[in-house]
T-cell receptor
Framework: QQQVKQSPQSLIVQKGGISIINCAYE??????FPWYQQFPGKGPALLIA?????SEKKEGRFTISFNKSAKQFSLHIMDSQPGDSATYFC???????????FGKGTMLLVSP | KAGVTQTPRYLIKTRGQQVTLSCSPI?????VSWYQQTPGQGLQFLFE???????NKGNFPGRFSGRQFSNSRSEMNVSTLELGDSALYLC???????????FGPGTRLLVL
C-alpha cells in the first residue's frame, strides 16, 4: 500500500518557469510533511517542510501548498533554474517520530 | 559540523554472501535510520535506532538487521544476499524527534 503518492514521475520546465509537484496521502495520522531534494551521487537533503495547521509555507523560491481536507500537498518552485534539476521527494511522518514515508520521487529537469 | 558518513561507498557482492554497512551520524545525534533506495520502489524505511535500541522497523525480511553502538554509530547487515538487494542504502541521523533528518551519501550495493 503506497501511503504517499507523488506525481508527475518526471518534469521538464524551462528556465524561469514554475515547477509544480503534487503529493497525496492516505494516512490521516500524518502530521509533518517535508520535501527532500536529491542530486545524483548524493543523499536527499531537506528542502522545506509543513505541518497541517498551515495552508502554505514559503521559503525563497520554494512554496508548499497544503490542503488538509483533500489530503494533498504540493511543491511549487518559482523562477526555476538549471541548478534546481534534481529528484524531489515528498514525505510524511507522524506522532513525533522521525520515520519518513516517501513518495516515489519526481525527476525535474530545468532546461536553460 | 561534519555530516553523516557512510562506508564503504560502493560494494559488489555475490548471491548468498553477507554484507555489513557502516554509518557515522552527525555528532550529538542519537537517532540513526536506514533506508533502501531502488528505481522501482523508491525510498523505503528499513529501521531506526535510538540510543542503541531499535525504535521502529520497516517491512523488510529478517535478513536485514542492524545495531547501534554507544557512540551512536550504526551498522546494517544483510545476510544471504539476493539479486533484489542491489540498491543504494542510505543512512540518516537526527536528534530523535520529527525534525530534520540528515542523510549520508549512501552505500551502493551491487549483488551479482
Amino acid at each position: 500500500q503506497q501511503q504517499v503518492k507523488q506525481s508527475p514521475q518526471s518534469l521538464i520546465v524551462q528556465k524561469g518557469g514554475i515547477s509544480i509537484i503534487n503529493c497525496a496521502y492516505e494516512n490521516t495520522a500524518f502530521d509533518y510533511f517535508p520535501w527532500y531534494q536529491q542530486f545524483p551521487g548524493k543523499g536527499p537533503a531537506l528542502l522545506i517542510a509543513i505541518r497541517p495547521d498551515v495552508s502554505e509555507k514559503k521559503e525563497g523560491r520554494f512554496t508548499i501548498s497544503f490542503n488538509k481536507s483533500a489530503k494533498q500537498f504540493s511543491l511549487h518552485i518559482m523562477d526555476s533554474q538549471p541548478g534546481d534539476s534534481a529528484t524531489y521527494f515528498c514525505a510524511a511522518t507522524f506522532g513525533g517520530y522521525s520515520t519518513l514515508t516517501f513518495g516515489k520521487g519526481t525527476m525535474l529537469l530545468v532546461s536553460p | 559540523k561534519a555530516g553523516v558518513t557512510q562506508t564503504p561507498r560502493y560494494l559488489i557482492k555475490t548471491r548468498g554472501q553477507q554484507v555489513t554497512l557502516s554509518c557515522s551520524p552527525i555528532s550529538g545525534h542519537r537517532s540513526v535510520s536506514w533506508y533502501q533506495q531502488t528505481p522501482g520502489q523508491g525510498l523505503q524505511f528499513l529501521f531506526e535506532y535510538f540510543s542503541e535500541t531499535q525504535r521502529n522497523k520497516g517491512n523488510f525480511p529478517g535478513r536485514f538487521s542492524g545495531r547501534q553502538f554507544s557512540n551512536s554509530r550504526s551498522e546494517m547487515n544483510v545476510s544471504t544476499l539476493e539479486l533484489g538487494d542491489s540498491a543504494l542504502y542510505l543512512c540518516a541521523s537526527s536528534s530523535g524527534g520529527q525534525e530534520t533528518q540528515y542523510f549520508g551519501p549512501g552505500t551502493r550495493l551491487l549483488v551479482l
